[in-house]
């Protein structure tokens, strides 16, 4: 919480302290960072500078008349603040401004004003004539309105001349709510500052675009100046240089090293330089390869001389401790300040493999394939496995970062370039922290609407990141963060192999149409251990349909398109053991042979995920790979191979049975659109996202197993997986199936429902009641009268429980509730301890009662010390708890659980992202293990999943509409075949935690 407008911190000489906490880097619309910051009375000859760089038009724009230079007066007026009813801020680059803007509070007829009754002030913006177009101007309004209505304004005015079409476009584009009047030849415009849905959306979709720019500046450099190259072979630097060439970079390559001799002009046949200043023209990124200690000064020289961005692979920094620490975070500072963005440091480098870039600035000695797969990882050591797995399965990627430390550029920025990046169809992420939980979600959730995301997560038991990641550490367990990704539609795998192991799957086949699974081969005994594993994965595998071991590839070819061509398919494994000889030896050239009838019956049957497992099969996995294409339809810059089929970049494999025509006709269904961006996986019923890539066409369903899913993109054809086990392949088609319901889901999300009898302004009242103005940061419990009065206030009721301090004491409380009534103890040491004989249900007489009072007492200790408590029977059922929780991180969450053993000890709980939708609550309850006792397992009466569903939707708009609710727990919550009981309460309430998500888009400072 920042502090308002009466607890505005006071310096020494009693003037408003310089507010630290304004200051931001941002992204700004063409992927460049600025700084932005109060202005101070330091600022004067800066102030001067910066105006002598503007037009006369931006200048009249600004004051509404010729205005050639600023006075002394004007230069005091406007560095001199007070932070308060006077605010300036300005976006610097370089240490110099590029743009200001200000607000000065008014009164009603618009003079100057102050105090907390004045919640109005006009705005004023002016923006460098080179730097417009920028959006810069943009996020100072952002910035700008957070500081006004940090100091008690709710409403901005500004006046605009009506050929200032720009600034007019700023403001009604900001999504704020505002009104618009014309008046003496000035367009004036009032708007509200209170973030509004669309003005969120509006913000976040700048984010998006402005940090996947940034990170295709990166990837898509004109021109790269290794630093640190050597004059010999070998080391960091030349081994870069190395790669660059070898990869054929489209763009002009440079050799800096401030060790070069004056008459040295070229290292590896490309210019050499002593620094990037004595290039002579502008470089777009530095790949830094020099000690630790010297990279400021290679950074300095970089930012004066317009370097865009920056790929440190230099060590020494966070992951050497607090040393290396503070100089990370030196390090960002100075690159920002910029308008630089960094990989890294301690990264191993990035590739794109575009055929328009061709760039390999990394120490991959392998260099991989052109395909589909966006691979992110903050590891290099991983890196370097992933590539290598990667291309000894011939599978290809658009793009990889090794972040290093992760420093700048993180997951987040990979997964909106994902988004955008139209030759990419499967984002791959290793991640050892997520330094935003709750943002990361919402990235991953935009991006699986239209391609898959795949997460495997390290570190996720230590509860700590990586030495060199300086990110805030979440607090919520690893099964939450998981269950959270998953709600998000991210398919979390558990080690590296498995994200390969999907990667390929997601990226070369399309989805699923649902579960059903044929499995066809020449070993039955591979064909059963395949059933089982599907079984075991969820799958609904149909009876294997053994080739035996005399199969030919004809026989191969002929069984798979039957089985694409059944309608009560989904999906196909194919598995495969070599052909023995006469002599006892395998036939040489199997491999090939096979891959190009799998191929080949792939090609002309209808769209379904096709997988392979192979037992030795010398040959298998290479020839599938490079029997299909991940070429798209030939286009501008998109030639296609010699040889191959027009139209799709295809070309036979040596020994593999020719491609056969495409069947004449129309496709079934409806034609597809292919569109820039578009996922080659999107299921029947993914939703085109605004702005974003378009899911490709789909075909109708067959009734029997969802939506279908189609890959029929003009000239797209797909690699065919292959694997080593059973297991790998059918856990990677598992994935795909879940992932796929996720889609045809998300097409059609649920709804927050509203509810006629819930009191919030009550509740808010109560709240702030309860609090005070001093409220405790650490929270407060609520004594259990107050408790069960603010869940009434949202149609959560509580059975009231009567203190039993005596057996006299619980007689009377019996009488209050009446007959039968339970006894229990409420002990701490003694809760969720059924096994000691803590609770006795249905005593129907005071007799009754009496008695089992004597024994717990007797048993269990004295009644001081047990906290004995009369409450009402409720039905009989199945006893559940229900919880909220808000991490800083991540958010509130929702979970649910079966009461005792299940939850507590199994850890048997589900969890969701609040607001739960009506949908989510659904998903909630059945995503357990122990979900079958809801629903009348053996034979018992199913419980009322309605009136939980209910209360679950109930307890998550509580804790949405009043984030000061900082954790419920209801236990035990008895759900019987009519109703519910919710027989404890406990209820938490602490100062409302900040939402960085709320305030302006800024870069992260760690």
Known sequence: MQPPLEQAVLDQNGHHAYPAHWEADVVLRDGGTARIRPITADDAQRLVSFY?????ESKYYRFFAPYPRLSDKDVHRFTHHDYVDRVGLAATVGGEFIATVRFDRINEEGRPASGPDADQAEVAFLVQDAHQGRGVASALLEHIGAVARERGIRRFAAEVLPANSKMIKVFTDAGYTQKRSFEDGVVRLEFDLEPTDRSLAVQRAREHRAESRSVQRLLAPGSVAVIGAGRAPGGVGRTVLRNLLAAGFAGR?????????????????????????????????????VPAERVPEVVADCGEHGVQGLVVLSAGYAES?????????????????????????NAFGIIN???AVRLNASLAPEPPAAGRIGLFTQSGAIGIALLAGLYRRGAGLSSFISSGNRADVSGNDFLQYGYEDPDTDVVLLYLESIGNPRKFTRLARRTAVVKPVVVVKGARHSGSAPPGHAVPVTRIPDATVSALLRQAGVIRVDTVTELVDAGLLLAGQPLPAGPRVAILGNSESLGLLTYDACLTEGLRPLPPLDLTTGATPADFRAALAEALADPACDAVVVTAIPWVGDNGTTESGDGEVLAGVLRE??????????????????????????ATSTARQTGPGRAAEPGSRPGTGLRPPVGAAPIPPAPAGPPAGPAPTATAGASANAPAAAAPSAGGPTPPGTAPSDGSGGGAVTDQEPGRTRRIPAYPAAERAVRALAEAVRYAQWRRQAAEPGRVPQYDDIDEAGAAAQITAVLGEDADPRGL?????????????????????LPAPTPDAAVAAAGRLGYPVALKTTAPHLRHRPDLGGVRLDLATEQELRRAYGELTDALGKPGELQPVVQAMAPRGVDTVVRAAIDPAAGAVLSFGLAGA???????????????????????????????LLFGWRGSAPVDTAALEELLLRVSLLVDDHPEVIGIALEPVVVAPHGLSVLGATVRLAPPPARDDLGPRRLPSY
């Open 353 to 355: 493999t575009s055929p």
């Open 321 to 345: 401790g607090a040393a290396g620490r503070e100089r990370q975070r030196e390090l960002v500072r100075q690159a920002r300040s910029y308008g630089m963005r960094i990989i890294g440091p």
């Open 52 to 56: 002598e760089q503007v037009s006369d």
């Open 601 to 626: 019956a792939a090609a002309t049957a209808p769209a379904k995920p096709v997988a392979v497992v192979h037992v030795e099969i010398g040959g298998l996995a290479e020839a599938l790979s490079a």
């Open 902 to 932: 299940a939850s507590e000890l199994l850890g048997d709980t589900a969890h969701r992202l609040v607001p739960a939708t009506d949908r989510d609550a659904a998903e909630l309850i059945r995503s357990i293990r122990t979900a079958p």
């Open 253 to 289: 390559t440079y050799a800096v090293n401030d060790a070069f001799p004056d008459d040295l002009t070229a290292v590896d046949g490309v210019p050499a330089h002593r620094s990037v200043g004595d290039i002579g023209e502008t470089v777009d990124l530095a790949v830094v390869a």
């Open 781 to 801: 419990p609520l004594t259990g009268d107050d408790a069960r009065v603010l869940l009434e206030r949202y149609g959560i009721h509580v059975r009231p429980a």
